[in-house]
């Protein structure tokens, strides 16, 4: 490895060593989750939160009718944002539980770059 590669190196191992993820149940029940991500997997968890709530943060418009009517229900939605976020994370998790593991869905994964 050359020396201008070495600090690249360890920044990236030292990121990786410092991920934690933890979750534990409350005595009333609810569970909490901490987690600290590196940046690639923190910007996907990020770009997926900002597609489910802005159009309750007063995001993106949409012309096509489809996704305005979706936008819509989300502005209008009665939950708090939280409650939503924590909703469509839930969502997403168990439709990836229940996905045939032998079908490639879309057709790329998203990318985060320098």
């Known amino acids: 490895m050359t020396s201008w590669m070495r600090p690249v190196f360890w920044r990236g191992r030292s990121r990786r060593d410092d991920t934690t993820w933890s979750l534990w149940r409350r005595a009333d029940g609810m569970v909490t989750l901490h987690a600290l991500l590196p940046a690639e997997q923190g910007e996907m968890w990020i770009a997926t939160y900002d597609a489910l709530t802005s159009p309750r943060r007063g995001g993106v418009r949409f012309v096509d009718p489809e996704r305005a009517a979706w936008a819509k229900s ?41």
């Open 74 to 114: 989300v502005k209008d939605d009665p939950r708090t944002l939280d409650q939503i976020a924590a909703d469509s994370f839930t969502q997403l998790l168990k439709l990836g539980a229940d996905a045939d593991p032998n079908t490639l869905f879309g057709g790329h994964r998203p990318a985060v770059w320098p």
